[in-house]
């Protein structure tokens, strides 16, 4: 079956830099336009960025200039760099795969804390 496996989640100071991996097995992933959306208590889960099957991206405000998505084909896996992190950023981050068929898949999340 299809699993999206989120890590590189933590506890992470103000300024600081974190790199979430998102590893795809059990589908065709070059075939399926990849994003993280995350979530924070109390709120609405929310794209953070996407990136298609052909390498375009695209960011939500708050992450522009400071998150960057990038994908590996060759190893099933979607990266989002996050630097000059902030306490809003606070959330758990989900893996989101979307393909043909309006196929849909989701990671179980990793929890990003930014705090001193």
């Known amino acids: 079956q299809v699993q999206l496996v989120e890590s590189g989640g933590g506890l992470v100071q103000p300024g600081g830099s974190l790199r979430l991996s998102c590893s795809a097995s059990g589908l065709t992933f070059s075939r399926y336009a990849m994003s993280w959306y995350r979530q924070a208590p109390g709120k609405e889960r929310e794209l953070v960025a996407r990136?298609?099957?052909?390498?375009?991206?695209n960011y939500a405000d708050s992450a522009k200039g400071r998150f960057t998505i990038s994908r590996d084909d060759t190893k099933n896996t979607v990266y989002l760099q996050m630097n000059s992190l902030k306490p809003e950023d606070t959330a758990v981050y989900y893996c989101?795969?979307?393909?043909?068929?309006?196929?849909?898949?989701w990671g179980q999340g990793t929890q990003v804390t930014v705090s001193s």
């Open positions: 990136i298609s099957r052909a390498g375009s991206t």
């Open positions: 989101n795969a979307a393909g043909p068929l309006k196929l849909e898949f």
